[in-house]
């Protein structure tokens, strides 16, 4: 296996982040967290990137750092703060 081959990782957006990229998912390159996101925004544009630095993301239901590598298996979840509650 080539280990400079791209690495496709697949995203799920929601909420503000979803409205912002006008889709739910996608499947973008990265090796880490950093590369995909990098890549979202590259595609997706300022309104996403707005978005982006108030969301966290998950890879695989797990919280993490913008350093953690991702592989094809892996899922990323960006998730925006949400807000809510009886009015």
Do not use: I, Q
């Amino acid at each position: 296996m080539d280990h400079y081959a791209a690495r496709v990782a697949k995203v799920r957006l929601f909420a503000s982040a979803r409205d912002a990229a006008g889709t739910g998912s996608d499947e973008l390159d990265g090796a880490t967290v950093a590369d995909v996101l990098d890549a979202a925004v590259e595609r997706y544009g300022e309104a996403f990137d707005d978005v982006l630095a108030t969301c966290r993301v998950w890879v695989n239901g797990d919280d993490v750092g913008t350093d953690h590598p991702v592989g094809p298996d892996d899922e990323l979840a960006v998730l925006p703060p949400v807000s809510g509650g009886m009015t």
